[in-house]
């Protein structure tokens, strides 16, 4: 073991030789230790830590998994996956984030830089027995110290780099479906929502717009002008964001696969042939993006799309999914076969469905191909959890090449720690389920602390068919989302906003307008918490210190001034809300109409209709919102709204910038600092201007602790 000390709160302990996964950006100094702090540690084959739980402990992280924000109780295996099915008997989702904090007496966290298969067992074979396997002792783990888990998780997004940042368009809303095939389809998408007036951003093209599923090519029968199209939906305010897979088609003449067997850009199997699976083309190479001649070269090709003028991307079927391999049919057609005659009893029965329910994702295809990670032959299976990660990192050093100073939309379904600097994510394939929402929201601070802030589910979810009210919901949650996207699988049930009746239609139309109404405040908090090192989502004891905050899991904190209760369940019109202290409830119809009540701190049960989005300031607190518009880049930033919840002061700071460029990390930024202070029976408002030259006036709605509005405005 050799230990480094990588700051002042953060210990790295390095068993054997690890892969560098680059996952994290800080190599620190030697130093000595003979143990590991918190942890016992056994090695020999295989790497275990425990720790002795306590029963109160709370186990924070891992990102996009099952389960609950407290993660105890459950088994986990970080191995990118591609299950659509995501049950709760489960171990593994698309992304693998194998960062924990524990609270409890002890407060750490425990980063495991792994890049194959590790085992998270947290209280599930043993109540109160965290143990950690790692299927190799060739492993990094850090330590994490810091008084809290709020501080423990900004030190540890203090090691992994800055966190991905998207245009600001990016933050509005974004249709999808697959299923929308040609120009005519998605022509008619945009004019739907221009018809019904319902703000959007941007149409997705899923992998229809190819021509045969091959990476970087058009359907030219289904997309004649593909560039004038993409300037003709522009021009109608809406971007198109194409989907790319991982896996190229075997097919002569090919470009892309011509280039990648020429110099040897795919993964190759034992035999050092391009190894062979099966996807959406049919049979693939696999390019080798651990190799970084090959994901040079793969991210250039995104310039195909970029000089058509696209300015998003979404990374798909990267964990890599396979469907199946040569290997794989084979045994399955000769099981088949070979069962034809029998009279199949139960051990042959169902070792014949097995043979084909586990084609797909088989991991002996996983330890069939192999990686040249610049020299070093490795096998997948090994750094399976780097090939997504990879694939979104050649696209993003890919975009600083293409146009150094512009950001692209980006995100991934597979990923690792690491592939956050790069791009963000979606949570997959999940189901029109209501359990689906409730893991939607559970997931969204846990994916905060291992460093991805640009995310968001399948709103409406991709599987199965929804409801109405089940779109209401998921949209009324959704609507705080950095990545807000409403996407279906083919042949679900449509679930654009206008496709129920009209009163469903209006709902979330005034949803997605307080979402754009909103995007001051969203936008703002996203770009602060990036740059300070905080959480865009937070469970709720991340603020507040009581026993029954920590028990907490459907409410969360959204930035520094709001906390969100989002209804989740069938029919329901209501749902119980615990507050840490008295805060400031607007139930919000039309983000236009203002009606604030005061909510004493405790359990309280809350009324919520079908078309009402309960919002809570805290207190001491400022919501900053402008106005909804037809799309992000047509918003008007000449009047800001503030609505304030102040007992005796409060402060917040409006971060603005160009939404477009990396200018701000220049420093090129604006703020303006407002302060509210009670002064006897009136408030003073300071406001301070630090560059911003698009806001005139700021109109306040300050409430005090009795629930009485004093109204201001002030010029700038
Ligand atoms: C995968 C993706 C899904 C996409 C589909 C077709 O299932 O997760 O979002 O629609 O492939 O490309």
Redesign the pocket.
């Known amino acids: 073991m050799k230990v480094f000390k990588i700051t002042e709160s953060v210990t790295k302990y390095t068993f054997g030789k690890p892969i560098n996964t680059e996952a994290v950006v800080l190599t620190g100094e030697e130093c000595f230790r003979d143990s590991l702090e918190f942890l016992k540690v056994k090695y020999n084959q295989e790497l275990e830590l425990d720790y002795d739980m306590n029963t109160q402990d709370v186990i924070w992280g891992l990102g996009e998994n099952q389960r609950g924000m407290n993660k105890k109780g459950g088994i986990y295996e970080s191995f990118c996956s ?1 299950d ?1 099915r995501h049950t709760p008997d489960k171990k593994s989702l ?1 992304g693998a984030h194998n960062f924990i904090v524990i609270d409890g007496d002890n407060k750490f966290g425990v980063f495991v830089d792994y890049p194959g298969k590790v085992t998270f067992d947290i209280g599930f074979s043993k109540k109160n027995k965290l143990k950690i396997i790692v299927e190799e002792s060739n492993v990094d783990v850090y330590i994490i110290k810091g008084k809290s888990p709020k501080n423990i998780v900004r030190e540890f997004l203090g090691i992994i780099g800055e966190s991905y940042v998207p245009p600001k368009w990016a933050f509005g809303y974004q249709q ?3 299923g929308y095939k040609d120009s005519k389809d998605i022509k008619e998408i945009a004019e739907k929502f221009i018809e019904n007036k319902i703000p959007c951003d941007a149409i997705c093209l ?2 229809d717009y190819m021509e045969r599923f091959k990476d970087f090519t058009i359907d030219k029968d289904a997309f004649p002008n593909f560039k004038g199209f993409v300037k003709e939906i522009k021009e109608k305010g809406f971007r198109l964001i194409p ?1 790319i ?1 991982a896996g190229v088609k075997i097919e002569k003449g090919y470009e892309v696969y011509e280039e990648g067997i020429e110099n040897k850009y795919f993964c190759a199997d034992d035999k050092g042939e391009p190894f062979i699976a099966a996807v ?1 083309p049919g049979v693939c190479h696999f390019p080798d993006f651990l190799n970084s001649k090959a994901r040079e070269w793969f991210g250039l090709k995104y310039k195909f799309l970029t000089d058509l003028g696209i300015e998003g991307f ?1 990374n ?2 990267n964990e890599p ?1 396979i469907f199946y391999t040569p290997r794989g049919l084979k045994e399955a057609v000769e099981t088949a076969k070979a069962s034809e005659k029998e009279n199949l009893d139960i051990h042959s029965f169902f070792a014949l469905q097995d043979v084909f329910s586990k084609m797909a994702n088989n991991i002996a295809d996983y330890k069939g191909f192999y990686h040249n990670m610049n020299g070093n032959i490795v096998n997948h299976y090994k750094v399976h959890n780097l090939y997504g990660y990879n694939m979104t990192r050649s696209a993003g050093e890919a975009f600083r090449k293409i146009n150094s100073n512009k950001r692209f939309l980006l995100f991934s ?1 597979a990923s690792y720690i690491g592939m956050h600097r790069y791009g963000g994510i ?1 949570t ?2 999940n189901h029109s389920w209501w359990e689906h929402i409730l893991l939607n929201i559970k997931m969204m601070p846990s994916l905060n602390m291992c460093g991805f802030f640009y995310i968001g589910a ?1 709103t409406g979810g ?1 599987g199965s068919d929804a409801n109405e009210q089940l779109v209401i919901r998921w949209n009324q949650f959704s609507i705080f989302t950095p990545l807000f996207r409403n ?4 042949g679900t049930r449509s679930q654009e906003p206008y496709s129920f009746g009209e009163n469903t239609k209006e709902i979330i139309t005034k949803a997605i307008e307080f979402r754009y109404a909103l995007i001051p405040y969203i936008y703002s908090e996203y770009m602060k918490a990036i740059n300070n090192r905080n959480m865009y989502f937070m469970p709720i004891s991340f603020e507040y210190n009581d026993e029954m905050s920590r028990r907490i899991e459907n409410q969360l904190l959204l930035g520094e001034s709001l906390m969100i209760a989002p209804v989740y369940e069938e029919n329901a019109v209501g749902r119980y809300v615990y507050l840490p202290e008295d805060m400031l409830l607007w139930k919000v119809r039309d983000y236009r109409n203002r009606k604030y009540e005061v909510v004493k701190k405790g359990h309280n049960y809350l009324n919520v209709d079908f078309d009402e989005i309960p919002l809570f300031i805290r207190k001491n607190k400022i919501l900053v919102l402008g106005k909804s518009s037809h799309n992000v880049e047509s918003l008007d930033s000449a009047e800001l709204n503030v609505i304030a919840f102040v007992e005796n002061e409060a402060n917040y700071i409006y971060y603005d910038d160009d939404g477009n460029s990396y200018d701000f990390k220049k420093g090129k930024y604006s703020e303006i600092i407002i302060c509210i202070r009670k002064n006897n029976e009136d408030y003073e408002i300071e406001v301070k201007n630090k560059g911003n030259k698009l806001v005139k006036k700021i109109s306040f709605d300050i409430v005090d602790v009795d629930g009485n509005i004093i109204k201001k405005i002030i010029y700038l």
């Open positions: 591609d659509p698309y999808s479906r697959w899923d992998i989907i897979d959406w979404w798909d079927m999914a379904r979606w997959g394939d399948d991709f996407h279906s699988a083919m």
